[in-house]
């Protein structure tokens, strides 16, 4: 169980409600074959998700998640421009939401949690992204990578969202995939839940050390009880 002053719950994107794999592969391989080179495999590109969508590109040219760092400025921006032309085009497609996602989430809403969405992904996706889920309306507040001058692992949009809810680092629990979400959560002081299915460059989440380790999604309803049940004791 996570601490019963938590009122809110900041939730990672890919890898955590939903499965991006496909639909940013896919992206990054189309945007390599335009610039006339090899696309990369959907299995490379698993480990180079967590950090935005320029950080992909970058390892998808350098075909390594530790990017070259003498890549020409102005290939990474075509790359760039590339996926965002691809990944766009098929925002409804590709990014399946993982087992007990909806059910679990209408569950926490449910249960008096004010919910946050953080995600590294460019935040002009967001809006789209989540109707087509259906998942809209559970978050007061959505944060792309790129809305605010930093992003995680910087607990700046943790700090962001502590400062709308007016909550206190006690109050948050962050719930994410990588070591970007368990790292943010930490430096922010807030509780961190990791789920073991998603992304995180290869290596198990429990090595980050997140308060909880998680291997299905539901499994977060026995962490956060009804916040009426807290409340009257
Ligand atoms: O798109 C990314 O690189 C990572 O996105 P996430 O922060 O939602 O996991
Ligand atoms: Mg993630």
């Avoid at 709308?164 to 994410?176: E, K, T, Y």
């Avoid at 198990?204 to 409340?231: K, N, W």
């Amino acid at each position: 169980m996570l601490s019963s002053e938590i009122r809110a719950i900041a939730f990672d994107l890919d890898g955590t409600l939903i499965d991006s794999v496909p639909a940013l592969a896919e992206a990054a391989a189309a945007a390599l074959v335009d610039l006339g080179m090899a696309p990369c495999s959907e299995l490379a590109a698993r480990g180079w998700i967590g950090n935005g969508a320029e950080m992909l590109m970058r390892r998808a040219l350098s075909g390594n998640v530790n990017p070259d760092p003498n890549l020409a400025p102005s290939l990474v921006e075509q790359a760039l421009a590339r996926f965002h032309h691809h990944y766009g085009a098929h925002l409804d497609q590709g990014s399946p939401l993982y087992p007990g996602v909806a059910d679990t989430l209408a569950a926490l809403h449910q249960r008096g949690y004010r919910m946050a969405l953080i995600t590294n992904k460019p935040a002009r996706y967001l809006p789209d992204l989540m109707a087509t889920c259906g998942l809209s309306h559970y978050f007061e507040l959505m944060l792309g990578g790129d809305s605010l001058a930093q992003r995680k692992p910087d607990p700046m949009p943790l700090q962001h969202v502590l400062t709308q809810f007016g909550l206190a680092p006690q109050q948050m629990v962050m719930v994410g995939d990588s070591r970007n979400d368990i790292e943010a959560a930490r430096a922010a002081g807030c509780a961190s839940v990791g789920l073991t299915y998603g992304y995180n460059y290869g290596q198990p989440i429990a090595e980050l050390g997140p308060d909880h380790v998680l291997d299905h999604f539901e499994h977060l309803l026995a962490l956060l009880p009804a916040r009426q049940e807290t409340e009257s004791v």
